[in-house]
């Protein structure tokens, strides 16, 4: 409250915001009553990506493509790191697709609160709301591309070029869909807590994701690489290994051991927790500091 000069009189503030609530609880019901603004959010984000390009949404396949076919030319036929018997378009497709959604939320979401700082300073919504709309903008990408490795693997079905029979393992896509999303969502709140506080940390991110790309299996198989190895078990702890695995095995029929699902599982389940405790805990600083 506030007392007029002059006049004595008390006024009052109609609302206050206050941080009643403990940091560590998650009210996922604030979020749903803010929905309207989450999807404007996502809209905006869209928009923005492709607003005055000549070729439009058209680079959501062009760039996973572009990327799959250097890989093929480079290391699949020029290395020979590719999978023999499988095209090298769909071999390498397979892996850029779901690795392009990880890296892309990461690098995306450090910066969605200095994006949305004007915002954030003068009206008061949850801030999970801003990380959230970068991560449902990003997965509106990885289903067309997801859908045109499809129309991609048809091409090669109908001219007799790959034969791929799915079975049950297909029902294990949306399980690994969704461990995609928790994994990269927990890192990207992660990196949302510290590059608002320390900015320069975006370089290190973006560096990282870079080097992390070569620790995947996105441009070799697992199998290529030693067992017993130092550099086989960095791998085989590589959250991304067991999921990128898992595309191509649903994908490719590539064999994999599905036992590592429950590492890849455990790690985004607390790459998530983590995530969503540690921006709880420094939301409240974010407008100050930005």
Known sequence: MKTAMGS???????????????????????????????????????????????????????????????????????????????????????????????????????????????????????????????????????????????????????????????????????VLVLMLTALATGFGLIITSLTTKFRDFTFLVTFGVQLLMFMSPVIFPLSRVPEGGKLRMVIEYNPMTPVIEGFRAILLGMPMDWSSLIFGGACAIGALLAGVLLFQRTERSFADIV
Do not use: C
Not at 11 to 32: A, F, T
Not at 136 to 152: D, G, N, R
Not at 155 to 172: E, I, K, N, S, V
């Open 8 to 174: 004595g009189k008390v006024e009052h503030w109609d609302v206050v915001v206050d941080p009643q609530r403990p940091w560590w609880r998650v009210e996922l019901g604030e979020v749903w009553r803010y929905r309207d603004l989450l999807l404007l959010l996502v809209r905006r984000d869209l928009l923005a990506v492709y607003k005055q390009s000549i070729l439009g949404p058209l680079w959501q396949v062009l760039q996973p493509l572009l990327t799959s076919i250097m890989f093929a030319v480079i290391f699949g036929f020029m290395a020979r790191m590719g999978e023999p018997g499988i095209p090298g378009l769909l071999f390498y497709m397979a892996a850029v697709v779901p690795w392009s959604f990880f890296a892309n939320i990461i690098n995306r979401t450090g910066q969605t609160l200095v994006f949305n700082s004007t915002l954030m300073t003068k009206v008061y919504y949850p801030r999970i709301i801003s990380p959230i709309s970068t991560v449902l903008a990003t997965s509106v990408s990885f289903f067309v591309q997801l859908a045109a490795y499809f129309l991609f693997a048809l091409y090669y079905q109908l001219t007799g070029a790959f034969a791929m029979r799915y079975g049950a393992d297909l029902l294990l896509l949306p």
